[in-house]
């Protein structure tokens, strides 16, 4: 069974940083493409970034906006994602959710983690 | 690419049939998927490829479909599929596009 747990998130003030982590089990995650969706409370799904495979070639892409402020990077050896957040403005406040890359699209989620940027 | 649900509620009763749809802004060929969202959850996927149902989905569900144009029949409404459904394009990624979301309450 894939298994995605999200942990790290909580409240930070404007400008500050955060750093997310995704614990994945149940598949071979070094094959698999991971990404990060999040959800501003009461709005919908916004793409933030993926992270291919090495094999893939181990490259990123980011929303543009979260683009030079959140790196997203993964540890293969520990199973694990993660998501750090620079430069945190009020409208990143939302639930942040780590996900697989299935063969067609975004196909198993976790459960998320609530992000908010407040003073 | 934009992608543009309607309606942004539909009220129906259980055991009835509901039609959602989703358009996209420029054609996105089949790679196209439906998410179903209950409160406080992650979402889950439901259909891909325009018209696959995934793993564990009940055939009540039926996704149709191609190019700018999909929608997502529910056939027989249950207690359980009240929630919000989301489209999404993969067919031009970077980025991922969802669209708006579709609140299905009961009617």
């Known amino acids: 069974e894939v298994q995605l747990v999200e942990s790290g998130g909580g409240l930070v003030e404007p400008g500050g940083s955060l750093r997310l982590s995704c614990a994945a089990s149940?598949?071979?995650?070094?094959?698999?493409?991971m990404t990060w969706v999040r959800q501003a409370p009461g709005k919908g799904l916004e793409w933030v970034g993926r992270?291919?495979?090495?094999?893939?070639?181990?490259?990123?892409d980011y929303a543009v906006s979260v683009k030079g402020r959140f790196t997203i990077s993964r540890d293969d050896s520990r199973n694990t994602l993660y998501l750090q957040m620079n430069s945190l403005k009020s409208e990143d406040t939302g639930v942040y959710f780590c996900?697989?890359?299935?063969?067609?699209?975004?196909?198993?989620w976790g459960r998320g983690t609530l992000v908010t940027v407040s003073s | 690419i934009v992608m543009t649900q309607s309606p942004a509620t539909l009220s129906v009763s259980p055991g009835e049939r509901a039609t959602l749809s989703c358009r996209a802004s420029?054609?996105?060929?089949?790679?196209f998927a439906w998410y179903q969202q209950k409160p406080g959850q992650a979402p889950r996927l439901l259909i891909y490829?325009?018209?696959t149902r995934a793993t564990g989905v009940p055939a009540r569900f039926s996704g149709s479909g191609s190019g700018t144009e999909f929608t997502l029949t529910i056939s027989s409404l249950q207690s359980e599929d009240f929630a919000v459904y989301y489209c999404?394009?993969?067919?031009?990624?970077?980025?991922?596009?969802f669209g708006q979301g579709t609140k299905l309450e009961i009617k």
């Open positions: 490829g325009a018209s």
């Open positions: 420029q054609s996105v060929t089949t790679n």
């Open positions: 999404q394009q993969y067919n031009n990624w970077p980025p991922y596009t």
């Open positions: 149940g598949f071979t995650f070094t094959n698999a493409w």
């Open positions: 996900a697989r890359v299935g063969v067609e699209t975004i196909d198993d």
């Open positions: 992270f291919k495979s090495k094999t893939d070639g181990g490259t990123t």
